[in-house]
């Protein structure tokens, strides 16, 4: 049971309904603009870093293990694996200059190769 549901006791179409439900909520990035977009559309951030460095390399927080800091830029990074578009959203409202590191194999991001109209 992952998340509060047995997947065994759904029947198939409410099985379908969640994984489409699942699908619909992920949040969008386009590699070639390096645009990140929550799963509506609304656009959180252009994705630009000069000094390319290795998310392994970046200063961990104790405190906070979805995120790390830039000794570069001083600049904090954030996982938007551990993160909902929701989340995102508030913290880039709040700080925009906040960085975030996206892998297009993330279970919460779909690749998209267009923009949205806003």
Not at 31 to 53: A, M, N
Not at 96 to 104: Q, R, S, V, W
Request: hydrophobic share 30%; net charge negative; glycine share 2%.
């Amino acid at each position: 049971m992952k998340h509060g549901l047995n997947y065994k006791a759904l029947q198939p179409q409410k099985l379908n309904d969640l994984l489409v439900l699942h699908q619909a909520l992920r949040m969008k990035f386009n590699p070639h603009t390096q645009e990140v977009f929550t799963d509506t559309g609304h656009f959180l951030k252009k994705l630009h870093c000069p000094y390319r460095i290795r998310w392994q390399v970046l200063q961990q927080f104790e405190e906070s293990p979805r995120q790390r800091s830039c000794s570069e830029c001083n600049h904090h990074i954030l996982d938007t694996a551990q993160y909902d578009d929701t989340e995102l959203l508030a913290i880039l409202t709040t700080n925009p200059e906040t960085c975030l590191k996206i892998d297009i194999n993330q279970p919460n991001v779909e690749t998209i190769y267009h923009g949205f109209a806003e």
